[in-house]
């Protein structure tokens, strides 16, 4: 069974600052998922990844599969970013999730 | 728009009481989930089905049934015999996306046992 591990656990910044998460995984997988949870406990997948590096807005999401490891980067970081950010691993031929226990951000005005 | 329905946000239940989550999604995806959330620690998986009339049991399914009689609806049934079901309860979908699967997520529903 794959072990995710997340870290920070919680991460409090100014507003503008440039923010990085991490997580770590320890069995070889086919994908990678950041996910953001808001307070009403919805959550929103953020990006998919099997390789390299995605962006999206402000969201920048990297994977170096040969160390196991993830970042989530955001720039001009803004309040309204503020939530439980999660890393989510699949296995090879599973398309089930394993789930780290999230990283929750607050961000300042 | 396409999305996934949960209701109702919040429930309440008497100890002893069986009590049943909706989950409805129109987005045509075969495959369905239900995760449990607690405080400080990941989402776990309690049942999930794969195609219509089929389900598997998840991590932590004791104390929990599910049904899939329709590609767009898979109920979730706590009963009394769940020891400890005050938590956050989510429900997912997924389709292929090339060689991995792209999950969409509800909002969510606490239930709380007074």
């Known amino acids: 069974k794959n072990e995710v591990e997340q870290s920070p656990q919680n991460l409090t910044a100014q507003e503008g600052e440039f923010i990085t998460i991490n997580c770590s995984y320890s069995?070889?997988?086919?994908?990678l998922h950041w996910l953001q949870q808001h307070p009403g406990g919805g959550i929103v997948s953020l990006f998919m990844?099997?390789?390299g590096k995605k962006k999206h807005g402000r969201l920048i999401a990297t994977i170096n599969i040969q160390e196991k490891h993830s970042s989530l980067h955001i720039t001009a970081s803004h309040p309204r970013d503020s939530a439980v950010y999660i890393c989510?691993?699949?296995?090879?031929?599973?398309?089930?999730?394993?789930f780290g226990t999230g990283t929750r951000l607050t961000i300042i005005p | 728009d396409g999305g996934i329905t949960q209701s109702p946000k919040y429930l309440f239940r008497k100890e002893g009481q069986n009590v049943t989550l909706s989950c409805e999604q129109n987005l045509n995806h075969d495959a369905m989930y239900w995760y449990r959330q607690d405080p400080g620690q990941g989402l776990r998986l309690i049942y999930y089905?794969?195609?219509?009339?089929?389900?598997q049991k998840g991590d932590i399914a004791e104390g929990y049934s599910v049904s899939r009689e329709k590609k767009e609806s898979f109920p979730l049934t706590v009963t009394s015999a769940q020891k400890n079901p005050t938590a956050f309860y989510l429900c997912?979908?997924?389709?292929?996306?090339?060689?991995?699967?792209?999950?969409?997520f509800g909002s969510g529903t606490r239930l709380t046992v007074v």
């Open positions: 989510a691993v699949a296995n090879f031929g599973n398309e089930k999730l394993t």
């Open positions: 997912a979908s997924s389709v292929p996306t090339g060689s991995n699967y792209g999950y969409t």
């Open positions: 069995v070889g997988i086919s994908a």
């Open positions: 990844l099997s390789s």
């Open positions: 089905s794969q195609i219509v009339n089929d389900f």
